[in-house]
């Protein structure tokens, strides 16, 4: 049974930074390919970053250069490193898990049947 547990949410100032974790269990985050999305009440869920299952990685426009995507394969755990937060990012962040490795990054809704139960984050100005 997959289960994906975030972490690292919360309140910060606008120029500050966050880290997000996302820790896997019954499953292998070195395999296939996990992303992060993160969703406002009221509006569609959309993907934030990607990486692949060779290490490839994918940014929406709007987190480029802000925002990181790594792994450890090590730990099992996925990562989200967001600097230079705005409150515009402000949002649930959910981690996602795909159940195919995709050699590219993928932010597509319909590649990840897994989920997070998600970690609120709160950029203030």
């Known amino acids: 049974q997959v289960q994906l547990v975030e972490s690292g949410g919360g309140s910060v100032q606008a120029g500050g930074s966050l880290r997000l974790s996302c820790a896997a269990s019954g499953y292998n985050v070195r395999i296939y390919s996990m992303a992060w999305f993160r969703q406002v009440p009221g509006n569609e869920r959309e993907g934030v970053a990607g990486?692949?299952?060779?290490?490839?990685?994918k940014y929406a426009d709007s987190v480029k250069g802000r925002f990181t995507i790594s792994k450890d394969n090590a730990k099992n755990t996925l990562y989200l490193q967001m600097n230079s937060l705005k409150p515009e990012d402000s949002a649930i962040y959910y981690c996602?898990?795909?159940?195919?490795?995709?050699?590219?990054?993928?932010?597509?809704?319909?590649?990840?049947?897994?989920w997070g139960q998600g970690t609120q984050v709160t950029v203030s100005s």
């Open positions: 990486i692949g299952s060779v290490g490839y990685t």
């Open positions: 996602a898990a795909a159940a195919r490795a995709y050699g590219s990054a993928s932010l597509a809704l319909g590649s990840f049947p897994y």
